[in-house]
């Protein structure tokens, strides 16, 4: 979806913060749903609508990248 970024990667994870989200090879707008262990976590792609799981390593910062992307209401 999203193709650039300055990949800030996540230290402490916040359930309210949106972030941007590796998967598929693809940057998606994400919410951390749970931390199933300290490598990995799910997220909610909150512009398809689906829920996965990722390593902690592909969560970064959006707000190093975008102040835009942080207005744009979820499209799902």
Same mark, same amino acid.
């Not at 994400?30 to 909150?46: H, K, M």
């Given at each position: ?5 300055t990949?800030?990667? &996540?230290?402490? +994870?916040?359930?309210?913060k949106?972030? #941007? ?15 199933p262990?300290?490598?990995e976590?799910t &997220?909610?792609? +909150?512009d398809?609508?689906?829920?996965? #799981? ?8 959006i ?10 209401p979820?499209? &799902?």
């Amino acid at each position: 979806m999203f193709q650039f970024a300055t990949k800030m990667k &996540v230290n402490a +994870i916040n359930f309210t913060k949106t972030y #941007l989200a590796d998967w598929n090879s693809q940057l998606y707008r994400a919410r951390v749903t749970d931390i199933p262990s300290e490598q990995e976590v799910t &997220v909610f792609l +909150i512009d398809v609508g689906k829920i996965v #799981l990722i390593p902690r390593a592909n969560l970064f910062h959006i707000d190093k990248t975008s102040k835009t992307l942080q207005c744009i209401p979820p499209q &799902v």
